[in-house]
């Protein structure tokens, strides 16, 4: 079985700091990219960051120049560094990341999700 499994959520005031980190186990065969999603309550999911096994990323306008995501290919994980945080960064977070497993099944998987807050 493959799974993705977020930690580093919580509480902040605005202006502060989290690292998220989501870590792929299982009967990985190979990774492509990887990302972070948001979901804000009464809201759509929408893209945070994203990336490539080669180190390419992308941000939502919203996150640019706060935001941070980097990945060790070697540990099979992903992080998201978010600083300058907002009231309006409040969402759970969720890691995705399109994988193939030993058994040559791609799929694009989700973790569980993980509750971000800034609030004063």
């Known amino acids: 079985q493959v799974q993705l499994v977020e930690s580093g959520g919580g509480s902040v005031q605005p202006g502060g700091s989290l690292r998220l980190s989501c870590a792929a186990s299982g009967r990985i065969f190979s990774i492509y990219d990887m990302g972070w999603y948001r979901q804000a309550p009464g809201k759509q999911r929408e893209l945070v960051a994203t990336?490539?096994?080669?180190?390419?990323?992308n941000y939502a306008d919203s996150v640019k120049g706060r935001f941070t995501i980097s990945r060790d290919n070697f540990k099979s994980l992903v992080y998201l560094q978010m600083n300058i945080l907002k009231p309006e960064d409040t969402a759970v977070y969720y890691c995705?990341?399109?994988?193939?497993?030993?058994?040559?099944?791609?799929?694009?998987?989700w973790g569980q999700g993980t509750q971000v807050t800034v609030s004063s």
């Open positions: 990336i490539t096994n080669g180190g390419n990323t």
């Open positions: 995705n990341a399109e994988m193939v497993t030993t058994g040559g099944y791609e799929h694009n998987y």
